[in-house]
């Protein structure tokens, strides 16, 4: 059964304080590993795919990288604007995907 | 990209009755998804719609609670059956675009059954 464990929870930062958020993963065959930024009361928005270990990618102040058991997001600089619920998915070959309870990001000015 | 419009945003509903949720893309695809988020929870899977072909139900969801359709490529409907205030959650269509690049999120149902 894939699993996909976040933390912390939840992470109270201060403005340009940078930091990293955790994703570790059981997955049969990894199709893909997704981030999503979900504000509240609107669906996630896509960040980052991630296929292999070692791959990295880059979006304004957000970072992803991807081992074979885990995947951090790192926030550089965060900004207010910043502050959402980060949520971390993987997909199996023939599967739709399966979420962590997400972590819950708040940046303070 | 896709464009993923969600019916209705939102809704109250009685309990005992059903609720059809509509997903139009702007784009043919082939797969599409249908996830629940109950209060405070993350997302969970309820069901895989292929265009053609009956939809895969994800263990704990029933095709008789939860019956989908699929009649196009740019369309799926989710029906909650014989809701009860325990549906009460968000329910959100995906779609996964060409080899899985980038799966899209609606932006969800808020259903609250009282």
């Known amino acids: 059964e894939d699993q996909v464990t976040q933390s912390p929870e939840a992470l109270r930062l201060q403005e340009g304080e940078s930091s990293s958020l955790n994703c570790s993963y059981t997955?049969?065959?990894?199709?893909?590993l997704f981030w999503y930024r979900q504000d509240p009361g609107k669906g996630p928005e896509f960040l980052f795919t991630l296929y292999s270990a070692g791959e990295e990618k880059e979006k304004e102040r957000l970072k992803a990288t991807l081992t074979k058991k885990e995947s951090f997001l790192h926030i550089t600089a965060p900004k207010p604007e910043d502050s959402a619920t980060y949520l971390c998915a993987v997909q199996a070959p023939t599967d739709g995907l399966t979420f962590g309870k997400g972590t819950h990001l708040i940046i303070q000015p | 990209s896709a464009v993923i419009s969600q019916k209705p945003s939102r809704d109250i509903c009685q309990r005992g009755t059903s609720l059809t949720i509509q997903c139009q893309v702007d784009s043919q695809v082939t797969m599409m998804f249908w996830y629940r988020q109950q209060p405070g929870q993350s997302l969970t899977l309820i069901a895989t719609a292929n265009q053609g072909s009956e939809a895969t139900y994800e263990s704990g969801f029933v095709i008789d609670k939860f019956p989908i359709s699929r009649p196009n490529l740019t369309f799926s409907t989710l029906t909650v059956s014989n809701m009860s205030p325990e549906d009460s959650s968000i329910y959100l269509c995906?779609?996964?675009?060409?080899?899985?690049?980038?799966?899209?999120f609606g932006q969800g149902t808020r259903l609250t059954v009282v």
């Open positions: 997955v049969s065959g990894l199709r893909g």
């Open positions: 995906s779609v996964d675009l060409a080899m899985n690049t980038e799966a899209f």
